[in-house]
Nanobody, 119 residues
Framework: QVQLVESGGGLVQAGGSLRLACAASGRTFSGYAMGWFRQAPGKERELVSAIRWSGGSTYYRDSVKGRFTISRDNAKNTVYLQMNSLKPEDTAVYYC????????????WGQGTQVTVSS
């Protein structure tokens, strides 16, 4: 059974930092991509960043470039999202997902973790 378990969300002031982690288990993810999505109230879910397990190709949406960094630890089957210089508009539920393509589709999803950035 595939499981993606996120951790690291919380409340932070604008300008602060958080690091999200996604621990993956239940199958071999080599050849897959891992993505971080977010969904704010009243808005659609959007892809924030993604990384391939093999090769390490990455994607960042424009609004987080230079502030967020995605990385992976193959030995721990864990993907991280380091978020710096956080802004109130980064407030959302952040989801980890796994799928065959860097930009999708994504087949497996975590339960989400709340990130709240206060001004």
């Amino acid at each position: 059974q595939v499981q993606l378990v996120e951790s690291g969300g919380g409340l932070v002031q604008a300008g602060g930092s958080l690091r999200l982690a996604c621990a993956a288990s239940g199958r071999t993810f080599s050849g897959y991509a891992m993505g971080w999505f977010r969904q704010a109230p009243g808005k659609e879910r959007e892809l924030v960043s993604a990384i391939r397990w093999s090769g390490g190709s990455t994607y960042y949406r424009d609004s987080v470039k230079g502030r967020f960094t995605i990385s992976r630890d193959n030995a721990k089957n864990t993907v991280y999202l380091q978020m710096n210089s956080l802004k109130p508009e980064d407030t959302a539920v952040y989801y980890c997902a796994a799928g065959p393509g860097l930009l999708g589709p994504y087949d497996y999803w975590g339960q989400g973790t709340q990130v709240t950035v206060s001004s």
